[in-house]
């Protein structure tokens, strides 16, 4: 998968989306990523808490991440749904998201994820996102 191999070689620099984000890359592989982020103050919403998209955002680039590495060669995803259930605010700090495929099948795949404070583990947010799988002409 060429996403994969971009990622094996340059790291976050393969995804322009984490470099403008300062998203970290963690360990990916089996169907499972990690990704880490510092919550910024220009990421915060008028109330001062982390803008929920931000949470939705990062969860959803670690289940694709996951989800690239259970993918076939000639096999690429495209987003269905999502849905995300809010369930603390951060107003600083590093957050992590897990995401995780929970099944694929040969035109969909499943996956889950959560975002957490990095240093307690405190979640807050879990996020259900179905992909449909295309194929290479």
Request: with cysteine; glycine share 12%.
């Amino acid at each position: 998968m060429e996403y994969l191999n971009q990622i094996r070689l340059k790291g976050r620099d393969a995804n322009p989306f984490f470099v403008l984000m300062g998203i970290q890359l963690g360990s990916y592989g089996e169907g499972r990523a990690e990704l880490r982020m510092q919550v910024r103050p220009d990421m915060l919403n008028g109330a001062g808490w982390l803008q929920g998209g931000m949470y939705t955002a990062l969860c959803d680039e670690a289940m694709a991440l996951a989800l690239f590495t259970v993918l076939g060669e000639e096999e690429r995803i495209a987003t269905i749904s999502e849905n995300t259930t809010f369930l603390q605010g951060v107003r600083g700090g590093e957050i992590t998201s897990l995401g995780k495929v929970t099944r694929k099948t040969r035109n969909v795949a499943f996956t889950e994820g959560a975002v957490m404070r990095s240093d307690d583990g405190a979640i807050l947010s879990k996020t259900c996102e179905s992909f449909t799988i295309l194929r290479k002409n």
